[in-house]
């Protein structure tokens, strides 16, 4: 031995009794030619020092009502085993070659050391770093704390001060630990190359197996790639897989060499390909079965300040916490609405079919489904925001969802006392009686009466609120809103949950009963269930409990009140459901049990609605040209394979809804509504004589809306 490395090992024999490092012997020297080390002072301290370690990051898993999975989502691919779960032959191979006397020595393994960093002082650099396994999994837990660059650089820095902090850590590790747990811990945080992080993420990601099945050949692989696991990274190409071949032999060799295998099974394991799999990687909502639902659901963790303080808190909370993530969505319910829209509109289509289901009193969304396919490719097709969503979710601007408003007008009228039978004539055209006849929620005015509007569907004449609102007479709801007020209007629908799917504030004009704000199929079809509900609106649920790593469920209970009065919403359930025998939809017909719902037709069939609601299960369906519904009108096109000269909302949104719900609703027994409170809102106030008709003014040209 050099006198160099004599005066080594003579340093570390004094260190070792007065139970001091050596700093000398511990910390590999850096710097070249100006290599050298500490000497023994009183100042080097070695006492323990605690270590903080947040549980490493771990896959969230996303799933259905019925435990199936939807989604993955994580920082860090990593599957957290216990020791029992992993194979003793991999056990045997990490130690073989990463720490060969684990079990027998503490913190610090004084002749791994020695030997390191005499073969630093003879290379006048770093070339091998003599750590123990105790102190890797130290230097890893410091790694996944950093919370930025600088402190990630701290953690992997060449200095004596770095090294001295690990090992008081790792002595700190080492009393509080036993050496299976320890090791149980290093096998979790783990890096071993192609984004695979822990052995059981590994196992699964190079082989395909769990961890428990690994074999010699495998488990060598695996323990061979934690030294350099980008070097090795075999999902990087040949050079990569050549390099850890090679890797995986020296760790073959050295269990040989320590008697932990025969020279046989050494060679036989050699003689193995390499067998890197590449399995692919979970992932998350874009390679989802169910990517709308999929991307609601995300957002309301990433959004909702229960699950975080700052975006940054929520972000972490889901992509590191090795959550369970049960949801709302029903995978009967979701097939069905997914062959509905299959039926009728084609991925290929430039118009495009979205729908949404809630459940009536709870608001839990039971699926989202749409025409076209998820993804960023224009060549495909491919829908790259959530259609069945507001912008709050992952979606756009919507549609402007039509005569489905009509709704809330019916709403307003029956709350302010007015009877099924109540009734005026409605003219060719409507204009506002004055400047005055409209007044939004600020109270100003806004009626314009130089402008008209005129019917695309229904007649003029005498039109009750049962036979206006089958008939979805625009002239009758625009007379209905200017009678119960715009602004009682427009409160009626936010109680229901009524915003713009853009998120900007609801638009206040008189026609807003003719559904010129921009919606979402969610929000519609949950405002359409609170009438289902009796009045109950629930706000939106698509998650219903979280289990976190350790197995501490919190669950989510529907968030409801009471918004209608029940007869109110009784009363409307009762002229909506016939819509289905006497009105827009008469030739759709309806799903063989208590159903009630309205059309939506906008202004030049620039999109088409169906809305609608059993007292078990409500629905909305939009369809129009994402590419710009005002320059893309739903007129003289081609959809799913059938020419329409117009599409309205009984063309196709109607025998979409119609579909699914028989679907939905196959292994749901038939509920009924309530029925209508006769004395209440039967007949007429007065008589049901028609008013003499008002004189309609000058018509001019007609703002069609259906």
């Not at 980008?230 to 897989?241: E, M, Q, S, Y």
């Amino acid at each position: 031995m050099s006198g160099r490395g004599t005066k080594i090992v003579r340093l570390a024999a004094a260190g070792a009794a007065v139970g001091v490092l050596v700093a000398g012997i511990a910390l590999p020297a850096v710097g070249g030619a100006g290599l050298g080390f500490m000497s023994v002072t009183s100042e080097v301290d070695l006492r323990p020092e605690d270590l903080t370690e947040p549980p490493p990051a771990e896959v969230t898993i996303m799933q259905d009502a019925k435990g199936n999975e939807i989604a993955r989502f994580y920082e860090e691919y990593r599957e957290v085993v216990k020791l029992d779960e992993v194979a003793e032959i991999m056990k045997t191979a990490i130690i073989s070659i990463e720490d060969y006397r684990f079990y027998q020595h503490g913190a610090i393994d004084l002749e791994g050391t020695i030997r390191a960093f005499a073969k630093n002082l003879s290379a006048g650099g770093v070339s091998q770093g003599g750590s123990s396994i105790t102190q890797q999994y130290v230097k890893q837990v410091l790694l996944n704390s950093a919370s930025s660059d600088e402190e990630k650089d701290k953690a992997l820095e060449a200095s004596y001060a770095r090294k001295l902090n690990e090992l008081r850590h790792a002595m700190a590790v080492e009393e509080k630990y036993s050496k299976d747990e320890i090791l149980e811990k290093y096998l979790n945080i783990a890096y071993f190359g192609a984004s695979a992080y822990g052995v059981e993420a590994a196992a699964k990601r190079f082989f395909g197996v769990p961890a428990a099945d690994l074999t010699l050949p495998q488990a060598a692989t695996l323990a061979g790639a934690v030294q350099d696991p980008n070097a090795t990274d075999p999902n990087l190409g040949r050079k990569h897989r050549d390099r850890l071949l090679k890797r995986r032999n020296v760790v073959l060799d050295r269990m040989a060499e320590l008697g932990k295998i025969t020279p046989a099974e050494a060679a036989k394991a050699k003689a193995a390909k390499l067998g890197y799999k590449g399995t692919k990687l979970p992932g998350g909502c874009e390679s989802s079965k169910y990517p709308y639902f999929c991307i609601y659901a995300r957002n309301e963790v990433l959004k909702n300040p229960a699950f975080g303080k700052t975006a940054k808190a929520r972000g972490e909370f889901l992509n590191r916490g090795g959550l369970t993530i049960r949801t709302t969505l029903d995978p009967a319910m979701q097939a069905a609405a997914d062959r509905a829209i299959r039926k009728w509109v084609h991925p290929s289509d430039n118009p495009a079919a979205a729908e949404a289901l809630v459940q009536p009193g709870t608001g839990a969304i039971k699926a989202m489904a749409a025409s076209r396919t998820y993804g960023r490719s224009k060549a495909r097709n491919e829908m790259s925001y959530n259609l069945v969503a507001d912008a709050a979710h992952g979606g756009g601007v919507g549609f402007q969802a039509g005569s489905t408003f009509k709704t809330f007008t019916l709403l307003t009228a029956l709350e302010q006392g007015m009877k099924v039978n109540d009734g005026f004539t409605a003219g060719a055209g409507f204009r506002a009686s004055g400047y005055s006849a409209f007044k939004n929620c600020k109270g100003e005015n806004i009626g314009d009466p130089g402008w008209t509007v005129t019917n695309d569907e229904g007649a003029p004449g005498w039109k009750t609120l049962q036979t206006g609102t089958w008939g979805s007479v625009n002239t009758f709801f625009m007379e209905l809103e200017q009678r119960v007020g715009l602004c009682e209007t427009i409160k009626t629908a936010r109680s229901l949950g009524i915003h713009r799917s853009d998120g900007l504030k609801l638009l206040e004009f008189s026609t807003f009963t003719l559904g010129t704000n921009e919606m979402d199929p969610v929000t519609v079809a949950n405002a359409y269930a609170s009438i289902g509900a009796r009045g109950k609106y629930c706000a939106p649920m698509a998650i219903t409990r979280i289990t976190d790593r350790n197995g501490e469920v919190t669950a989510y209970k529907p968030k409801c009140r009471q918004e209608l009065d029940p007869e109110v919403a009784d009363a409307a359930a009762d002229v909506l459901s016939g819509v289905f025998t006497k009105g827009t939809m008469r030739l759709v017909g309806g799903i063989g049990r208590d159903a009630a719902g309205k059309t939506g037709t906008t202004d030049d069939y620039a999109s088409a609605w169906f809305a609608g609601f059993t007292p078990d299960l409500a629905g909305a369906v939009s369809i129009g040209d994402p590419r710009g519904s005002r320059d893309h009108r739903l007129t003289g096109v081609t959809i799913g394979g059938r020419y329409y000269g117009a599409v309205a909302g009984a063309t196709l949104p109607g025998p979409i809804w119609k579909d699914t719900m028989i679907g939905a609703l196959k292994s749901v027994p038939p509920a009924s509504f309530t029925p209508i409170d006769s004395a209440r809102f039967g007949g007429c106030s007065q008589d049901c004589r028609p008013a003499p008709r008002p004189t309609d003014g000058d018509v001019s040209a007609a703002t069609r809306r259906g």
